[in-house]
């Protein structure tokens, strides 16, 4: 008897911690900047997608944590000194992606816990380090770095604030909509000299993002 008694237990506790996770998947777009340059030149950001999978455990109603795996596509944009005939600058995009493990809390607020602020940090590795820009037309011959692998960090730490809305739930599903703000809290320069660099090398990236998500209860 006592051991019946123990399996049920056992089976009512994981159906238990079963209802409260879920699991789902994000894509959004992402506008990103070098801190080089203003938040507000719109000239100089990369616009460019994101997507994730993601793992919530709700610890109750009104705190819930998520955890997962993120593509971050990070980077800048400026114009060249290389010129077309017709006097059009060209643009040279330096993307800088990540993958990254989000480690965020989330609070459900309203009566309706539909509306929910986010906040955590983005530890990730960097994947991608490369300035796309054009072959020589004119203008200069100043050359462009395409890698810059040997000048990124390999590790990064960001942060993260959001706020979110639940557009649907049922028993099952839920499908959800949010903002998020991106802000780097580590260098993202490496330096690949024997000397000290400039205070100038310190480089940071921030960024933000719109995103529609889907989730299954488990």
């Known amino acids: 008897m006592k051991h019946f008694a123990f399996v049920v237990f056992l089976l009512t506790s994981t159906t238990a911690f079963?209802?409260?996770?879920?699991v789902g998947a994000e894509l959004g777009a992402i506008s990103s900047i070098s801190?080089?340059?203003?938040?507000?030149?719109f000239n100089n950001r990369r616009h460019t997608y994101l997507a994730g999978v993601k793992l919530n455990y709700a610890?109750?109603?009104?705190?819930?944590?998520?955890?997962?795996?993120q593509y971050l596509r990070l980077?800048?944009?400026?114009?060249?000194?290389?010129?077309?005939?017709?006097g059009v600058k060209n643009e040279l995009t330096g993307k800088i992606d990540y993958l990254v493990v989000p480690l965020l809390a989330n609070v459900h607020m309203l009566r309706s816990r539909r509306l929910v602020f986010t906040f955590g940090l983005l530890p990730g590795v960097n994947i991608k380090a490369v300035q796309d820009h054009p072959d020589p037309i004119g203008g200069c011959l100043i050359g462009y770095i395409k890698d810059l692998r040997p000048y990124t960090q390999s590790f990064t730490l960001k942060g993260q604030l959001g706020l979110g809305y639940t557009l649907f739930e049922t028993e099952r599903l839920k499908g959800l909509v949010g903002v998020s703000f991106v802000r780097g809290f580590s260098n993202n320069i490496r330096n690949p000299y024997d000397f000290p660099t400039p205070s100038s090398w310190e480089r940071r990236y921030h960024a933000t993002a719109l995103s529609l998500g889907?989730?299954?209860?488990l």
Do not use: M, P, V, W
């Open 18 to 22: 079963g209802q409260k996770l879920s």
């Open 35 to 41: 801190e080089s340059y203003e938040s507000t030149d």
């Open 214 to 217: 889907a989730a299954y209860k």
């Open 59 to 69: 610890y109750n109603t009104r705190l819930s944590f998520s955890t997962g795996l």
């Open 75 to 86: 980077g800048y944009r400026r114009t060249t000194c290389y010129i077309f005939e017709e």
